[in-house]
């Protein structure tokens, strides 16, 4: 895993200097989990933070009972557990290893004092926790105010986009866990992905999908 490749097309570092992409390299740690790891408990010490070198992480919340809600699944590039570092308190959930995971650590004191030299990658940081932010309150919202076949009609947009703007889309997590991240529960939505199917939404290949109707996806 080449980790200066890996910084360089990080939204997160996006446009620093060759300088200090070295200097964020120096620091970083090749850190490695196996399918189902788990990479940090909630109310761990959040000693420094992580970035996706290769692989899928998922950060989910346990209710008391012991349900399992995703609240957001990262790949490649993608940094998590980055914003209990500034404020020095724990890690405000789980993070496990979806896949074989590769990943760089960025150890906390280390990280601040790079941060104090360089006010650009601070800079850039803020971009991608202003994106967060936006990110998290449509996930409130759909979870709030849309019924789950709208929410599963976004997600599949959404997947769209991220995959190139095609109209065909692979699922990357088992349909279990794009339950717990829509806020249902797999028998829900699989009838929902059989409805739609039936209305010539979609058709679903496994974990192919195609998005044969999208106007009337964007009206779910």
């Known amino acids: 895993m080449d980790k200066k490749e890996i910084l360089g097309r990080s939204l997160l570092f996006e446009g620093l200097p060759s300088e200090h992409l070295a200097e964020l390299t120096d620091i970083a740690v090749n850190k490695s989990y196996s399918r189902g790891e788990t990479i940090f408990f909630e109310d761990d010490e959040a000693n420094g933070f992580y970035m996706v070198g290769e692989g899928k992480v998922k950060i989910f919340k346990l209710s008391p009972m012991g349900k399992e809600h995703i609240l957001h699944i990262f790949g490649s590039g993608e940094p998590f557990g ?4 500034f404020h020095g308190r ?19 004191a280390r990280f601040i004092q790079l ?3 360089n006010p650009s990658i601070a800079l850039n940081m803020l971009a991608v926790l202003s994106l967060r932010l936006r990110r998290f309150a449509t996930q409130i919202e759909n979870l709030s105010l849309k019924e789950v076949p709208a929410r599963l009609a976004g997600y599949l947009t959404y997947l769209s986009r991220e ?7 692979t699922l990357e997590i088992s349909k279990g866990q794009l339950a717990s ?8 939505l699989s009838r929902i992905f059989a409805r739609m199917s039936e209305e010539d939404l979609i058709r679903v290949d496994g974990k192919v999908i195609s998005l044969l109707d999208r ?5 779910k």
Do not use: C, Y
């Open 90 to 108: 724990p890690f405000p959930a789980n993070a496990e290893a979806l896949v074989k995971t590769e990943t760089l650590f960025f150890p906390r």
């Open 163 to 169: 995959q190139g703007g095609g109209d065909v889309v």
């Open 181 to 188: 991240l829509l806020g249902t529960i797999p028998e829900t």
């Open 82 to 85: 980055e914003v209990p570092v």
């Open 215 to 219: 106007e009337a996806l964007a009206r």
């Open 115 to 117: 941060v104090e030299s």
